[in-house]
Antibody
Framework: EVQLVESGGGLVQPGGSLRLSCSAS????????VHWVRQAPGKGLEYVSA????????YYADSVKGRFTISRDNSKNTLYLQMSSLRAEDTAVFYC??????????????WGQGTLVTVSS | DIQMTQSPSSLSASVGDRVTITCQAS??????LNWYQQKPGKAPKLLIY???NLQTGVPSRFSGSGSGTDFTFTISSLQPEDIATYYC?????????FGQGTKVEIK
């Protein structure tokens, strides 16, 4: 059974930093791209970032470019999202999502349960 | 970025009704479209991939069709457990943009 478990969310002040983690199991992690998608409270889904299966290719939405960094450790079956210069508009549930292929193509299948990031003073 | 226009934003139907949701892309995306179901407080779940293929384990009352710019998602006979918000998403180009969502309620 595919499982994705996010952690690291919490309350952070504007301008602060936070690192999200996503622990994967139930599939060959190194064979698939993984993605981050976020959802602000009461709002729709926003695609945030992607990383290819070997970590050699990444993508960032314009709204987070230069502030967020995606990375992965295939030896630990873990995905990361380092977030800095956080803004109130970054407040959202962040989902870790398995891609259907190895490249950055954003076709998504299995989703984690999400971790809430709240940016507020 | 490719814009995805989903309609309606909400609908109310009776158990057993046929429900249809449409999604229009701002440019040709071939069949690179997924449909997801999100129940309150839960993560989205993939129902349909490549516009018309049913994900493993998903009931056959769910279906999708379309290609190019116009797509349709159908629930052939609405069940109480189908109460959720449904999203389309294109994956022809990054970013994989989503429609605004359709909230489905029971009348």
């Amino acid at each position: 059974e595919v499982q994705l478990v996010e952690s690291g969310g919490g309350l952070v002040q504007p301008g602060g930093s936070l690192r999200l983690s996503c622990s994967a199991s139930g599939f060959t992690f190194s064979g698939y791209a993984v993605h981050w998608v976020r959802q602000a409270p009461g709002k729709g889904l926003e695609y945030v970032s992607a990383i290819s299966s070997n970590g050699g290719s990444t993508y960032y939405a314009d709204s987070v470019k230069g502030r967020f960094t995606i990375s992965r450790d295939n030896s630990k079956n873990t995905l990361y999202l380092q977030m800095s210069s956080l803004r109130a508009e970054d407040t959202a549930v962040f989902y870790c999502v398995k891609g259907r292929g190895s490249g950055r193509t954003p076709s998504l299948d299995y989703w984690g349960q999400g971790t809430l990031v709240t940016v507020s003073s | 970025d490719i814009q995805m226009t989903q309609s309606p934003s909400s609908l109310s139907a009776s158990v057993g009704d046929r429900v249809t949701i449409t999604c229009q892309a701002s440019q040709d995306i071939s069949n690179y479209l997924n449909w997801y179901q999100q129940k309150p407080g839960k993560a989205p779940k993939l129902l349909i991939y490549d516009a018309s293929n049913l994900q493993t384990g998903v009931p056959s009352r769910f279906s999708g069709s379309g290609s190019g710019t116009d797509f349709t998602f159908t629930i052939s006979s609405l069940q109480p457990e189908d109460i959720a918000t449904y999203y389309c998403q294109q994956y022809d180009n990054l970013p994989g943009t989503f429609g605004q969502g359709t909230k489905v309620e029971i009348k």
